[in-house]
């Protein structure tokens, strides 16, 4: 069954950087558009990167354009988020996520949330 786990998180101060790793089971991530996401409280969820599974396109929201990056190894079915320059706000949940169908550019199905397979989310604390 298709499956989704996130690790890498944990404690960083302001300024510091962090890798997350999604790695899957069950499907080949390399065949799939693949998104980070993260939910504050009170607030939507929010796509702070993800990237395309037919021409690697990425897609980064102004809140963190500059300071994340999305990439891909599929040798190891996995796919990383490495955050730059980290700010208390940056503290969260992050979520990694799957959709195998094309359905729209990167842009728009990340902005609307649009993956149907799921993490269950793992932890970043930026404080000092």
């Known amino acids: 069954q298709p499956h989704l786990v996130e690790s890498g998180g944990g404690l960083v101060q302001p300024g510091g950087s962090l890798r997350l790793s999604c790695a899957a089971s069950?499907?080949?991530?390399?065949?799939?558009?693949i998104g980070w996401f993260r939910q504050a409280p009170g607030k939507e969820r929010e796509g702070v990167s993800c990237?395309?599974?037919?021409?690697?396109?990425?897609y980064y929201p102004d809140s963190v354009k500059g300071r994340f990056t999305i990439s891909r190894d599929n040798a190891k079915n996995t796919v990383y988020l490495q955050m730059n320059s980290l700010k208390p706000e940056d503290t969260i949940l992050y979520y990694c996520?799957?959709?195998?169908?094309?359905?729209?550019?990167?842009?728009?199905?990340?902005?609307?949330?649009?993956?149907?397979?799921w993490g269950h989310g793992h932890q970043v604390t930026v404080t000092s």
């Open positions: 069950g499907f080949t991530s390399g065949y799939y558009a």
């Open positions: 990237i395309s599974a037919r021409d690697g396109s990425t």
């Open positions: 996520a799957a959709q195998g169908r094309i359905i729209g550019p990167v842009r728009t199905m990340c902005v609307r949330n649009d993956y149907d397979c």
